[in-house]
């Protein structure tokens, strides 16, 4: 069935984000449909996806025939959605209106696309109910990324999906404010599927007194002439270089802000200054003309008085999959980035080695060499504050556990009491188990019992809510 536009014309093509929808009784309008190729299909919309608001403004305050004038507009322009999928927290998405084809969907009884809404339309049975959680199981195994240069003791720990892989190392740099350098893949050999961790790095910019090349160690910072501000262009300049080059060439289609993201890095900065964050979803053709998509989280602080703008990345993630398969996989990228939980011995001599940094560089020997002198001069301070920010940990767990659910978007906290910690795990599941080898498995069954079968002792883990306790 063409839908007809309400100047009765019949749109094969228009300017807008590419959409089919229909209202529900709650007031909100769910996706029926999403144009291949348009500016939704690229941010990750579905079918089954609520728009909860545009440009800021609630939906339910809408006429049905308002909302084209808004979806609507000159190519090139923006619109800014919220969009709410199934069991996951609302998210912000900037698009670009593009000349789309119409969606349409099939045997739909008076469907409303994107410039032309049917007021008179009533919801589909069933349209206004959420499709079920993804079908199946989800194991998760423990792992660590040990480092040689601290007694090779576990940095940190994290969850893998069973079947994927992980690898990574830690690079210390004594003469750097960011003293450490992670790396940290983890990646489905099967569909190619991965998450990764991005180097993080001090900056500083300021007008110097004499001529000053861009690139330079300046007092552990790397000197940038001027703070870069937009965050798709701090990604071009600093990690598509190297640790993203397969993005050389990649189209930016979606920029999600997160300004929860942006108070919790402010919290833990603890000064004065400003924080901007923001998930960009680019798309791009890999070695095999494949169209794959990629999610960077990137989050900036910036600081500083007197004409001296000091900077540093506080979130640096990537996830990408080929497209279509991103969202599909969003509980377990989830689940890994929520469980990297870093060992307060390591988080310490990582402290008092930036603490010692510029008596490393007055000294004139190898960089393992001045990192084992700092290490051991600070070797009871280390002792200590790791005791400390263990007792820290424990009492600010709530706190800790309910910025994480906020900043993370779609995770909820669950205690595993085998290892007596808490897990940042995908919501709207019906299971949630963990054994005594330190396994976890998630299930959208509520029968479903891994001790069936299995010659391990599986336990429910228990749901924990800062926010009742």
């Known amino acids: 069935m063409m839908v007809r536009s309400a100047d009765g014309a019949e749109p094969s093509e228009y300017v807008g984000v590419g959409i089919v929808y229909q209202r529900t009784p709650d007031g909100f309008f ?93 919801p589909r049975p069933g349209t206004d109910t959420p499709p079920a959680v993804p079908q199946g199981v989800i194991k998760f195994s423990q792992r660590s990324l040990r480092d040689p240069a601290v007694r090779n003791i576990d940095a940190f720990r994290f969850l893998v999906p069973e079947g994927w892989q992980a690898g990574g190392k830690i690079d210390w740099y004594p003469t750097m404010l960011q003293v450490t350098q992670v790396q940290l893949r983890i990646a489905d ?3 190619g599927v991965s998450i990764q961790l991005l180097p993080r790095q001090n900056f500083t910019s300021f007008d110097p007194p004499v001529p000053m090349q861009d690139g330079v160690n300046h007092n552990g910072k790397i000197f940038v002439s001027r703070p870069i501000t937009d965050l798709p262009t701090f990604v071009k300049v600093f990690w598509v270089p190297n ?12 920029r999600t802000p997160l300004p929860k993201a942006e108070a919790e890095m402010m919290r833990q900065f603890g000064g004065p200054g400003r924080a901007i964050a923001a998930k960009l979803r680019y798309q791009f053709e890999n070695d095999d003309h494949k169209v794959w998509e990629e999610d960077v989280t990137v989050g ?26 991103l969202d599909a996989q969003r509980a377990k990228i989830a689940a890994v980035e929520g469980s990297i939980d870093f060992n307060p011995e390591w988080s310490a001599t990582n402290f008092y080695t930036r603490q010692g940094w510029l008596e490393v560089l007055r000294i004139s020997i190898s960089q393992d060499e001045a990192m084992g002198r700092i290490q051991t001069k600070y070797i009871n ?43 940042y795990m995908p919501a709207g599941w019906k299971g949630y188990w963990t054994d005594n080898k330190g396994e976890l498995v998630i299930s959208d069954q509520q029968t479903y019992d891994p001790n069936v079968g299995s010659t391990l002792q599986w336990t429910r883990m228990d749901r924990r809510d800062p926010m009742e306790r």
């Open 30 to 122: 769910r996706v029926e449909a999403v144009a291949p190729g348009g500016p939704a299909e690229r941010a990750g919309v579905h079918a089954g996806d609520r728009l909860v608001a545009v440009n800021n403004s609630d939906v339910r305050e809408l006429e049905a025939d308002d909302l084209p004038k808004l979806l609507r507009g000159q190519e090139g322009t923006q619109v800014n959605l919220r969009i709410q999928s199934p069991n996951e927290q609302p998210r912000e998405l900037e698009l670009t209106r593009r000349k789309v084809t119409a969606a349409k969907v099939p045997d739909a009884p008076a469907p409303a696309d994107d410039p032309a809404p049917n007021p008179g339309a009533q």
């Open 189 to 191: 050999p099967k569909t």
């Open 243 to 254: 640790a993203l080059k397969h993005l050389a060439n990649a189209e930016l289609v979606a």
């Open 300 to 325: 900036i602080i910036y600081s500083g008085q007197q004409g001296i703008v000091n900077w540093q990345t506080a979130a640096a993630t990537s996830a990408r999959a080929p497209k279509g398969q």
């Open 381 to 423: 301070e280390i002792h200590q504050l790791s005791e400390q920010m263990q007792r820290d940990r424990t009492e600010h767990a709530d706190k800790i556990a309910e910025s994480r659910r906020e900043v993370l978007g779609g995770v909820e906290t669950y205690h595993d009491a085998y290892s007596d910690r808490d897990y």
